[in-house]
C-alpha cells in the first residue's frame, strides 16, 4: 500500500507545476556556451535549471498577465536561491517580465504531442519521377595506372 502511495506520487510528481521566480539571461552571455554545448542565443527559446535533465520541455506562465512560453533546457542555473528558472531574452520578452528584471512563474513539465503514426498507401501524396543523368561538367585525365595497355595517345 505505501508502495503504491509512493509510485503514484512520484509520477503525479513529474507533470506537478512548480512556482517560483525566474530572470532572464544577460545581453552579454550572448554567444557563449551553455552546460550543454551549444551556443546561447539570445532569441531562441531556452532556459538554464538546477533539476531537470537537458533537453526537457517546459511550460512557463507569468500568472499576472496570462502569458505562456515553452522553453527547452538548456543549461544549469539559476545558482540563486531567490529564483528557480533563468530564461532567454526572448522568452523573457514573450512573458512580459522584461521591465521587472524577474516575475513569478508556474513551471510545468510537458512532452510534445507528437504521435507518429503509418499513413493509408491512398492517402500519401503523389511524388513526381525525377529524370536525374549525369552529365561531366570536366573531364580529367585518366592515369597512367589504370590505362589500358592496349590504349594509345
Keep these: ?16 507545476m512548480i512556482k517560483g521566480n525566474a530572470s532572464f539571461y544577460s ?3 550572448h554567444g557563449r556556451r551553455m552546460a550543454n554545448g551549444e551556443c546561447y542565443h539570445r ?3 531556452t532556459c538554464a535549471h538546477l533539476k531537470f535533465p537537458f533537453g526537457t520541455m517546459l511550460r512557463v ?3 499576472l498577465n496570462g502569458r505562456m512560453v515553452e522553453v527547452r533546457v538548456t543549461d544549469r542555473g539559476p545558482y540563486s536561491k531567490r ?15 522584461i521591465a521587472a528584471g524577474f516575475c ?3 513551471i510545468t513539465p510537458f ?4 504521435v507518429p503514426y503509418r499513413a493509408e498507401e491512398d492517402s500519401l501524396p503523389e511524388v513526381p519521377e525525377l529524370n536525374l543523368q549525369y552529365t561531366p561538367v570536366a573531364t ?6 589504370q590505362r589500358d595497355s592496349t590504349d594509345t595517345d
Excluded: T
Aim: aromatic share 6%; charged share 20%; hydrophobic share 45%.
Design 61 to 63: 506562465r507569468n500568472p
Design 83 to 97: 529564483f528557480i528558472i533563468d530564461l532567454s531574452r526572448a522568452a523573457a520578452k514573450k512573458l512580459g517580465i
Design 27 to 29: 545581453d552579454k552571455l
Design 104 to 106: 513569478m512563474v508556474e
Design 140 to 145: 580529367y585525365p585518366e592515369p597512367a595506372w
Design 43 to 45: 532569441d531562441s527559446m
Design 111 to 114: 512532452h510534445p504531442g507528437v
Design 1 to 16: 500500500m505505501i508502495l503504491l502511495c509512493l509510485l503514484s506520487g512520484l509520477l503525479c510528481g513529474a507533470q506537478e
